[in-house]
């Protein structure tokens, strides 16, 4: 019999997947506890229709990441920074600051999570940094850590 599963099940498939499931299994255990429903033509089309819903939301939400990826190209962020007589910086700048300053001076939202920073800047200068906004587009920024003496 095939099913659709509602929610993923170990050993047997992920959610929204159609599965071959015995006809024991299916109406004892998994319709029983809401876990699939039978795959008939409405659930069928239910199903095309979510996927259809979910498809057209990713590409939505991957034009607008390309879109702050457009931006972030353009930007040289300022950040200013104390710092000593050669050039080195007390503390450094994190991934925190670098998003904190982009959404006060450019109001353009970034996880701190998704900012690639392989270490924290010490140093006064110029530095290119790249930021994960979506599965496959990623934003290159263009920072520069100025003294504010």
Known sequence: MKVILKQDIKGVGKKDQVINASDGYARNFLFPKNMAVEANAENMSKLKAKQDSNAYKKEQEKEEAQK????????LLKIEVKSGANGKIFGGVSSKEIAENLDSQYKIKVDKKKIELKETIKNLGTFSVNIKLYE???GNLKIDVISNQ
């Not at 702050?68 to 930007?75: E, N, Q, T």
């Open 68 to 75: 702050i990826a457009d931006k972030l190209s353009k930007i």
């Open 136 to 138: 496959g587009v990623i």
